[in-house]
């Protein structure tokens, strides 16, 4: 999950809240992996983010942020797409969109393999088509678009830690693009 800067618009937590909250109850979160397709809809390109972790690593990452209180999944993607690859990225996202998987991410990567470090997270992961140009923003270094075969190199996919690697397995999957 990427770390969302405190908000302090409307319904945001201050960051004490925020991590009482985490402790108490899992965090409800979005997951898009932004594609680009052909005019038959097969996937032609993935984009994945390059972001410094709070730790200082580099990592391949998805569009991914919480849900806020009161906010339909469906804005909380565009909120999230928008932030994550600019205002212009054009994305395809439908009326009443449909995950392609859920996702719960814990602290104890025995638990299920998706790792988030500071909660138990619940996320609603999706395949999102953007037209636009997309330009990273927010704590993003580089958006680099890959051919799906060149996304499930080896050396790719190690930069997707924390379970990442196999949310993509899933999502090409999903698509019917299988490495």
Aim: glycine letters at 6%.
């Amino acid at each position: 999950m990427s770390a969302d800067m405190t908000e302090t618009q409307g319904n945001w937590l201050s960051p004490e809240d925020l991590q009482q909250a985490r402790d108490q109850m899992p965090v409800v979160y979005v997951d898009a992996i932004p594609v680009r397709v052909d005019d038959r809809g097969l996937v032609t390109e993935i984009g994945l983010l390059l972001a410094a972790t709070h730790d200082g690593d580099l990592r391949r990452m998805f569009v991914s942020g919480r849900v806020r209180k009161g906010e339909r999944v469906r804005d909380a993607l565009l909120r999230h797409i928008e932030k994550d690859l600019g205002p212009l990225a054009l994305p395809r996202v439908p009326a009443s969109p449909q995950p392609f998987t859920v996702v719960e991410y814990f602290p104890d990567p025995s638990v299920t393999g998706f790792v988030d470090e500071r909660q138990h997270a619940v996320s609603l992961a999706y395949v999102v088509p953007v037209d636009g140009e997309c330009r990273p923003s927010q704590h993003a270094l580089e958006i680099a678009w890959l051919t799906p075969l060149d996304a499930f190199s080896p050396d790719i996919l190690v930069e997707l830690a924390d379970g990442r690697d196999r949310l993509l397995r899933m999502a090409m999957a999903y698509c019917g693009v299988l490495p």
